[in-house]
């Protein structure tokens, strides 16, 4: 069975940091890019990040380039999500997922992991 | 950035009918050099993770029935749900990958 687990979220302070992890199973990571997709509550999901299948292009939006930073270990099958100076609007429910083609849209999603940035 | 915007917000709708789901897009998302429109559906249910209905805005996601089905070009979207199962009862979001960043509307919860 394909699954994709996400883990790492907690309950950090503004200004904080915090490192998300996201392993899949049933399937080999290396072979896709992968995506980092958020939901803060009751808003809309914010697409946050992608990075290509060898680790050497990634793309950010720009409510987190240069605080956010996603990459990747392929031979540990790993996907990860490093986030510094965090602030309350980073909080939310945050997803991995596996791209369909390379540059494209999401096609499977993980269960998810929850960050909250609170005083 | 591109702006996706969907219709209704809500809609309140009784098994076996059908429910129809409009998304607009601030900006042509149809790219010419291969006729395709860039555009995906999922659909998220509570306490589960979104799920692949549609992509390239009509092209069904292997293993998703084919009650639900995609259309439209540039910047109009719609997707069709005929026949309503209980099981239907989500938010339903369309996303472009026409041009990074990548955006959402702002969803339609399906009320059944």
């Known amino acids: 069975e394909v699954e994709l687990v996400a883990s790492g979220g907690a309950v950090v302070r503004p200004g904080g940091s915090l490192r998300l992890s996201c392993a899949p199973s049933?399937?080999?990571?290396?072979?896709?890019?992968m995506h980092w997709v958020r939901q803060p509550p009751g808003k809309r999901l914010e697409w946050v990040s992608l990075?290509?299948?060898?680790?050497?292009?990634?793309y950010y939006a720009d409510s987190v380039k240069g605080r956010f930073i996603i990459s990747r270990d392929n031979n540990r099958n790993s996907l990860f999500l490093q986030m510094k100076n965090l602030t309350h609007e980073d909080s939310a429910f945050y997803y991995c997922?596996?791209?369909?083609?390379?540059?494209?849209?999401?096609?499977?999603w993980g269960q998810g992991t929850q960050v909250t940035v609170s005083s | 950035d591109i702006v996706m915007t969907q219709s209704p917000d809500s809609l309140p709708v009784s098994l076996g009918e059908r429910a129809t789901i409009n998304c607009r897009s601030s900006?042509?998302?149809?790219?010419?050099?291969?006729?395709?429109?860039?555009l995906a559906w999922y659909q998220h249910k509570a306490g589960q993770s979104p799920k692949l209905l549609i992509y390239?805005?009509?092209t069904r996601e292997s293993g998703v029935p084919d009650r639900f089905s995609g259309s439209g070009s540039g910047t109009d979207f719609t997707l069709t749900i005929s026949s309503l199962q209980a099981e239907d009862a989500a938010i339903y979001y369309c996303?472009?990958?026409?041009?990074?960043?990548?955006?959402f509307g702002q969803g339609t919860r399906l009320e059944i």
């Open positions: 997922a596996r791209d369909a083609v390379g540059l494209g849209w999401p096609d499977f």
């Open positions: 049933g399937f080999t990571l290396n072979n896709f890019a």
């Open positions: 990075i290509s299948w060898d680790g050497k292009t990634s």
């Open positions: 900006q042509n998302i149809l790219y010419d050099a291969n006729n395709r429109n860039y």
């Open positions: 390239w805005a009509s």
């Open positions: 996303q472009q990958y026409h041009t990074i960043p990548y955006t």
